[in-house]
């Protein structure tokens, strides 16, 4: 009887351990279930969806007719998507670079504890919360042909131009002017983000460095840029993700034009979906974006990681 009450106890207690180790190795899971249903309904889902309606024919009143690679075929051979694709291009390697590089800059020039330094501050970001229609409506009429800007320089530097300067309907200035309001308007968000990281850097190292003889030029080069690498990193990354889908601006102040010399590859999507009603097509054309987006933000990291000044 007690031998029998022994094996019982002994069976309960071996049960109790297995669902104890069960119970810990699946507790982890349990805490992450409420993130990954997040994630499978407003992203994973979304963009299974999408790439389901890329494979179809579909205007958005009838049911999708599926079609197969038909709609990424007809990719290859469209002009205006190769042609929106280049000024993507463009529109990336003339913003980035200038965001990252001016906003740093922006970003250290305020880094001083000087009297009214705070009144700049809020200054340099005011284009952040400002919306992009109303910034975008603003700039329209700074580059019209009767505008602000061509004012400026008829009676500041007459000696530049003849006639005024039709700065949004040339397809040589259009996607510059464009690209103008986006740094205008990154600028501010940009320099909080490297100033609240130059605030973490110790005042030591620039007095050690400043008493062993470093120069201006030195403290930034050997103490600022690598000690701001992550920072430098991450708005490189995001800026570039946010200049790739850019949107707006070109909606308010182009329409994609003159001769879509500002279409982008956004904007070519939406003139597929709510101009066309070509759905199918659009999301294709979305997809494309996806995987550009995402090999882009991968090689940008991997890039600046090999860079980094830290080694």
């Known amino acids: 009887m007690a031998a029998n009450t022994g094996t019982a106890l002994n069976g309960a207690l071996h049960q109790q351990v297995r669902t104890g180790r069960f119970t810990h190795v699946l507790a982890p899971y349990l805490y992450l279930l409420p993130a990954w249903i997040i994630l499978v309904l407003f992203l994973l889902g979304p963009l299974g969806y999408a790439f389901y309606l890329s494979l179809t024919a579909y205007n958005g009143l009838t049911p999708p007719k599926w079609v197969g690679l038909a709609n990424y075929g007809h990719l290859l051979h469209d002009s205006i998507f190769w042609k929106s694709l280049g000024n993507t291009v463009i529109f990336l390697l003339g913003v980035v670079p200038t965001l990252v590089i ?101 005042n030591d190292l620039y007095e050690s460095a400043a008493l062993d003889g470093a120069s201006a030029w030195q403290q930034t080069w050997r103490i600022t840029v690598p000690m701001m690498w992550p920072s430098i990193t991450f708005v490189a990354i995001v800026s570039s993700i946010s200049a790739l889908k850019s949107f707006t601006e070109m909606y308010v102040m182009t329409k994609g034009g003159p001769l879509d010399a500002s279409t982008t590859v956004v904007y070519y999507l939406y003139q597929q979906s709510f101009d066309y009603l070509n759905m199918g097509y659009a999301n294709a054309v979305g997809m494309v974006l996806f995987v550009l987006i995402l090999a882009f933000s991968i090689l940008n990291l991997r890039a600046f990681e090999n860079s980094s000044p830290q080694g």
Request: net charge positive.
């Open 102 to 202: 001016a906003s740093l800059l922006l970003a250290v020039l305020v880094n001083r504890t000087i009297f009214g330094i705070g009144l700049f501050r809020v200054a340099f970001y005011m284009p952040v919360v400002i919306s992009m229609v109303a910034a975008g409506l603003m700039w329209k009429w700074i580059f019209a042909e009767n505008g602000l800007l061509n004012y400026v320089l008829s009676g500041v530097f007459p000696w530049l131009a003849d006639a005024p300067i039709p700065w949004l309907s040339r397809p040589e200035t259009a996607l510059a002017a464009v690209m103008v309001v986006t740094v205008w308007k990154g600028l501010g968000y940009y320099m909080v983000i490297y100033l609240a990281g130059l605030q973490t850097i110790p």
